[in-house]
């Protein structure tokens, strides 16, 4: 049973925006203790960060061109955290995870959020998202 759940998927035409959300599922998790990153895992490719923010909502991008078009955000009052996607394309077609990491400072997102051998407290089940006309 996974402790986190993304909504806002679907099927999008190239250049649209899209809002993914990523909440706790049940009362167990308060996302207020954690750091959340999202992550893309595209049709045959591994899966990768896209960017994380911290509990005092300082965000780390995986590049820096990565804010071109992503913003991930937090809103400690409805207890979520999103990622827009602006000016979608066929390379943005995936699963979209979001994880919690509990051992972060609350800061700073952990420096090695985007390895793959980092410990993640917790991960959802993913949204799809499909680019195309």
């Known amino acids: 049973q996974s402790h986190l759940a993304e909504t806002g998927g679907g099927l999008v035409q190239p250049g649209g925006t899209l809002i993914l959300s990523c909440a706790a599922s049940?009362?167990?998790?308060?996302?207020?203790?954690?750091?959340i990153a999202w992550f893309r895992q595209a049709p045959g490719k591994e899966r990768e960060g896209i960017a994380c923010?911290?509990?005092?909502?300082?965000?780390?991008n995986r590049e820096d061109s990565v804010k071109d078009r992503f913003t991930i955000s937090r809103n400690n009052a409805d207890k979520k955290v999103y990622l827009e996607i602006r000016g979608l394309n066929s390379e943005d077609t995936g699963v979209y995870y979001c994880?919690?990491?509990?051992?972060?400072?609350?800061?700073?997102?952990?420096?090695?959020?985007?390895?793959?051998?980092?410990?993640?407290?917790?991960w959802g089940h993913g949204t799809q998202v499909t680019v195309s006309s």
């Open positions: 923010i911290s509990r005092g909502s300082v965000v780390a």
């Open positions: 994880a919690a990491d509990g051992s972060a400072q609350h800061w700073w997102c952990a420096d090695s959020w985007t390895r793959r051998d980092h410990t993640w407290t917790f």
């Open positions: 049940g009362s167990v998790v308060d996302l207020d203790y954690y750091a």
